[in-house]
């Protein structure tokens, strides 16, 4: 069977070897008290309708699916792997005991595995990623492509991902509270100070704009010419090549076919954008 890449891989790619420690199965019960949250835990934000859902269904049939832990010191203590929402939904439950699986880890393979399983089920939001990327970058070294191997996602998203931890606060809990969206919030990046992002923000808010209105706003604010009329819509067939290299390059691609030939062009927003584009097609055609 082909190994599995990206968000398929699971544990077992995560931490090698991936053999269980305990029970002839790989699943055993645990106490609830004896398992600690994981440090490393890129969630902080937990819904809480979702959450008491999931409690109604533990009181009624259990924990389903195990939790993954490992050995966290000489007590017989645990610290937890994947899982932060079964085990508080089985603590609200009343639930002594969960099943789970106990697996050695690391300290970065604790926050890689609990990455990916966030990314998998849409958990986090961006700065909550963007938060785990940083501390995969910084606490263990990875680069952005390695953190973009890990995660099953291109090393331009992740770039782009972190770019948001750099927004000011006003910014960043406007886009935790959902008042603006990723979008909103990466075009406000474009402005080069402080002050000028939360101008924008407050115009984006009392005016309702949408992502491109922010754009243009952003660039009027910027001293920017406003940019060409719209080109017109792209023939189908030029459409699909323009969607299959945005999805290959993981940016804007726009492409001009003539009678003998035509042309492309590649779009990117800042000098990192820049860089992994550079890299990714070297890459491909050396």
Do not use: C
């Not at 544990?11 to 004896?34: K, M, W």
């Not at 070294?141 to 991902?161: F, M, Y």
């Not at 492309?264 to 990192?272: F, G």
């Amino acid at each position: 069977m082909p190994s599995k890449t990206g968000l398929g891989r699971g544990l077992d790619a995560l931490i090698p070897g991936g053999e269980p420690l305990a029970g002839e199965s790989g699943v055993t019960q645990v106490a609830v008290e004896l398992i600690e949250p994981n440090p490393r835990q890129p969630r902080r934000k937990f819904d809480s309708a979702e959450l008491e859902e999931l409690t109604a269904s533990i009181q009624e049939h259990g924990v389903l699916q195990p939790l993954i832990v490992t050995p966290g010191g000489g007590d017989g203590r645990f610290l937890l792997i994947a899982g932060e929402r079964r085990l508080q939904a089985a603590r609200m439950a009343g639930k002594a005991t969960v099943p789970v699986i106990v697996r050695e880890a690391t300290d970065r393979q604790r926050l890689e595995l609990a990455l990916v399983e966030n990314v998998q089920r849409a958990d986090l939001n961006s700065l909550e990623e963007a938060e785990a990327y940083r501390q995969l970058a910084e606490d263990f070294s990875l680069s952005h492509e390695g953190i973009a191997q890990r995660v099953g996602k291109s090393r331009v998203s992740i770039t782009n991902t972190l770019r948001l931890l750099r927004l000011p606060d006003s910014v960043k809990i406007a886009l935790i509270e959902g008042r603006i969206s990723e979008g909103h919030a990466r075009s406000l990046l474009a402005l080069p100070t402080v002050e000028a992002q939360a101008a924008a923000l407050r115009a984006i808010l009392s005016q309702g704009l949408n992502v491109r209105q922010t754009e243009e706003l952003v660039r009027k604010l910027s001293g920017e010419k406003p940019p060409s009329p719209a080109r017109p819509i792209p023939a189908p067939e030029v459409a699909e090549i323009e969607e299959r290299l945005r999805a290959s390059l993981g940016t804007r691609v726009t492409m001009r076919a003539g009678q003998k030939g035509g042309s492309l062009t590649i779009h990117y927003y800042s000098n990192e954008e820049l860089e992994a584009l550079l890299e990714r097609l070297t890459k491909q055609t050396g």
